[in-house]
């Protein structure tokens, strides 16, 4: 049974650090790629960073480029994002997805995905 797993939430004062990880298991080979997306009450879910899996080519939505790097372990089972220069307005839940349709589609978008995480918190205070 397919499962992803995310951990390294927490709260953290703005202009923290925080690593997230997503352990991956009973993959029916490798995803096509893998990212993670932020959600606040309400909203639609963000795409905030993409990696994939055989090259190792990642994009980020334009609010954290330069602060947030996606990357991925050896196994390509899992994947981390590493969080720096944190701000308020990062305060959400985060997601882990995989994406095995292989159908295209823009990354950002999260119904390109067939499998998610249960989300890690992330909380930023001023």
């Known amino acids: 049974q397919l499962e992803l797993v995310e951990s390294g939430g927490g709260s953290v004062q703005a202009g923290g650090s925080l690593k997230l990880s997503c352990v991956g298991s009973g993959f029916p080979g490798s995803p096509n790629r893998m990212a993670w997306f932020c959600q606040l009450p309400g909203e639609e879910r963000k795409g905030v960073a993409v990696?994939?899996?055989?090259?190792?080519?990642?994009e980020y939505h334009h609010s954290v480029q330069g602060r947030f790097t996606v990357s991925q372990d050896n196994a390509k089972s899992t994947i981390y994002l590493q969080m720096n220069s944190l701000k308020p307005e990062d305060t959400a839940k985060y997601y882990c997805?995989?994406?095995?349709?292989?159908?295209?589609?823009?990354?950002?978008?999260?119904?390109?995905?067939?499998?998610w995480g249960r989300g890690t918190q992330v909380t930023v205070s001023s």
């Open positions: 990696i994939y899996t055989a090259y190792g080519t990642t």
């Open positions: 997805a995989a994406d095995f349709m292989r159908r295209g589609g823009d990354w950002f978008v999260w119904t390109w995905y067939n499998y």
